[in-house]
């Protein structure tokens, strides 16, 4: 009987798949999250740093399509998950808290995989947010696709992801490709290059002794 490893066991112990997972999926949300929460904007307002042409060829405010990262705030998300209908117009509050608790728990989800702590619970979260996200840009697409009459990848709207106007054929590939880097998340067996190896104690051995 075969009990050597296979080659995909032995490259997740080598821990670089799950490093370079963790690294990419949750640098993308943490930039995601940050884009809606309207803080980055502020920074470059405060700092003068807005008005340099160089970051005006890079991010754009709202609707305002002149870069390629797109920074708004709450009221902004607000308006763009609006577009979705995800709740009746009369649990408004709950659109309201959306908006506001939503960006901060992508930023945190990607902090804690950038960081090797709570990895599963982070990565498992953030792909039930990717299974949502990527169910209501494939609706809001056969909408748009029914009412206009145009071919399905040349449709092209903000999903509120923080990139702006995307082709929502690009934008599925970016979600399947992250949704996968969270499944390998789920999925590994190692804990290298994890800080919760560190700070978290491996649980004691009990010896056949103590068993009794």
């Known amino acids: 009987m075969n009990t050597q490893p296979s080659l995909l066991h032995k490259m997740d112990r080598t821990g670089l798949p799950l490093l370079v997972a963790r690294l990419v999926l949750g640098g993308m949300f943490i930039w995601m999250g940050l884009a809606k929460t309207g803080y980055p904007e502020l920074i470059l307002e405060k700092t003068g740093l807005y008005d340099k042409p160089i970051v005006q060829r890079i991010v754009f405010t709202g609707g305002d399509d002149k870069g ?5 705030g709450p009221v902004h998300f607000l308006k763009l998950i609006r577009e979705y209908e995800l709740f009746p117009r009369q649990l408004w509050f709950l659109l309201n808290f959306t908006a506001v608790t939503m960006p ?3 930023v945190l989800c990607g902090i804690l ?4 702590v709570a990895v599963r619970g982070a990565a498992g979260l953030l792909l039930a947010l990717l299974i949502m996200f990527t169910t209501m840009i494939v609706i809001r697409g056969i909408n748009i696709y029914h009412a206009k009459d145009i071919a399905f990848c040349a449709i092209k709207f903000n999903c509120g992801c923080g990139g702006g106007d995307v082709f929502i054929c690009s934008k599925l590939i970016e979600n399947v490709t992250l949704s996968l880097l969270a499944v390998l998340c789920l999925l590994s067996g190692t804990a290298r290059f994890c800080l919760a190896k560190n700070i978290i104690p491996p649980r004691p051995v009990e010896t056949p ?3 009794r």
């Open 68 to 72: 390629f990262i797109e920074l708004g």
């Open 104 to 106: 901060w728990i992508e």
């Open 113 to 116: 995989l950038i960081a090797g």
């Open 209 to 211: 002794s103590e068993q």
